[in-house]
């Protein structure tokens, strides 16, 4: 796996750029990996399309978009840009408006930027380095804050369930609340989905991830990142698919139930929205 700061060099980082409107602030990042060598303009165009088709679902926590498009021959090898506004603009979302930061990644496939994607959501969950990196001065003080990743999420969530884990809490979905499991240990999947699967989904997934550590309950449910495709053929292995507003209008009625999280980075919200799924 390929660390965060490898795949962010100091000149793939802008600070205080000026951008008329999110087409402008995505095209700022993306020519950011034209001019380091991770994509051509091509890919450019491949991000802007993606929101203009899916909506501004890669604004997944407030004032943060992830720009993103899936592998394609635009893709020269997996690198990302980093793209602090000077002034913030609009993506359309409803929550998460205005955006000020706007980090792209250009992958080459779907598996090698993982590692570098669960470290950026952890350090952007930690409401102190989330505000560090937001104003860091210099490329050189960003891409240090970077390589000293924060492995700690402060941000607070209620008391932990039982760590038996689905045995003693079904999905809502699944089972009438107070009827009795079938005993053993239940193994679940959950879907987390973004336009690509390998961009937000792999953000939110993460964040579940550190839910469900916390809880004791890693070994009774597996998370799995997918796109939007991919995810209707199977939602039938899962007990509820988490994602975006703009995507679950997307999605429709797949026959489990969609969930819908604001904040991908929020430990918090992940904890509530599985407390909902699980009727904890």
């Given at each position: 796996?390929?660390?965060?700061?490898?795949?962010?060099?100091?000149?793939?980082?802008r600070l205080d750029v000026t951008a008329d409107d999110w087409r402008g602030a995505v095209r700022a990042a993306g020519d950011l990996l034209v001019a380091t060598g991770s994509?051509?303009?091509?890919?450019?165009?491949?991000?802007?399309?993606?929101?203009?088709?899916?909506?501004?679902?890669?604004?997944l926590a407030p004032g943060f978009a992830f720009a993103h498009a899936r592998p394609s021959p635009a893709v020269l090898r997996t690198g990302m840009s980093w793209v602090r506004?000077?002034?913030?603009?609009?993506?359309?979302?409803?929550?998460?408006?205005?955006?000020?930061?706007?980090?792209?990644?250009?992958?080459?496939?779907?598996?090698?930027?993982?590692?570098?994607?669960?470290?950026?959501?952890?350090?952007?969950?930690?409401?102190?380095?989330?505000?560090?990196?937001?104003?860091?001065?210099?490329?050189?003080?960003?891409?240090?804050?970077?390589?000293?990743?924060?492995?700690?999420?402060?941000?607070?969530?209620?008391?932990?369930?039982?760590?038996?884990?689905?045995?003693?809490?079904?999905?809502?979905?699944?089972?009438?609340?107070?009827?009795?499991?079938?005993?053993?240990?239940?193994?679940?999947?959950?879907?987390?989905?973004?336009?690509?699967?390998?961009?937000?989904?792999?953000?939110?997934?993460?964040?579940?991830?550190?839910?469900?550590?916390?809880?004791?309950?890693?070994?009774?449910?597996?998370?799995?990142?997918?796109?939007?495709?991919?995810?209707?053929?199977?939602?039938?292995?899962?007990?509820?698919?988490?994602?975006?507003?703009?995507?679950?209008?997307?999605?429709?009625?797949?026959?489990?139930?969609?969930?819908?999280?604001?904040?991908?980075?929020?430990?918090?919200?992940?904890?509530?929205?599985?407390?909902?799924?699980?009727?904890?």
């Amino acid at each position: 796996m390929v660390p965060l700061s490898e795949l962010l060099p100091a000149e793939a980082i802008r600070l205080d750029v000026t951008a008329d409107d999110w087409r402008g602030a995505v095209r700022a990042a993306g020519d950011l990996l034209v001019a380091t060598g991770s994509s051509t303009d091509a890919y450019t165009g491949e991000m802007i399309r993606g929101v203009e088709e899916n909506g501004p679902y890669i604004v997944l926590a407030p004032g943060f978009a992830f720009a993103h498009a899936r592998p394609s021959p635009a893709v020269l090898r997996t690198g990302m840009s980093w793209v602090r506004l000077a002034r913030p603009v609009e993506f359309g979302h409803e929550t998460n408006d205005p955006v000020d930061l706007v980090v792209a990644l250009a992958a080459t496939d779907a598996s090698r930027h993982t590692e570098a994607m669960a470290a950026l959501a952890r350090l952007l969950a930690d409401p102190d380095t989330d505000r560090a990196l937001r104003g860091a001065p210099t490329p050189g003080a960003l891409r240090a804050l970077l390589a000293g990743e924060r492995q700690q999420d402060t941000a607070p969530t209620a008391a932990a369930p039982t760590d038996a884990g689905p045995a003693s809490a079904q999905p809502a979905s699944a089972q009438p609340t107070g009827a009795q499991p079938a005993a053993g240990p239940a193994v679940h999947k959950i879907l987390t989905v973004c336009g690509n699967g390998l961009g937000t989904s792999l953000f939110l997934k993460n964040t579940l991830e550190q839910v469900l550590d916390r809880w004791g309950w890693s070994r009774y449910v597996t998370v799995e990142a997918t796109d939007t495709i991919s995810a209707k053929g199977k939602a039938a292995e899962a007990v509820a698919v988490l994602t975006s507003r703009e995507i679950a209008r997307t999605l429709g009625d797949i026959g489990v139930p969609v969930k819908v999280v604001d904040d991908f980075t929020s430990t918090a919200e992940a904890d509530r929205v599985l407390r909902d799924t699980y009727d904890v």
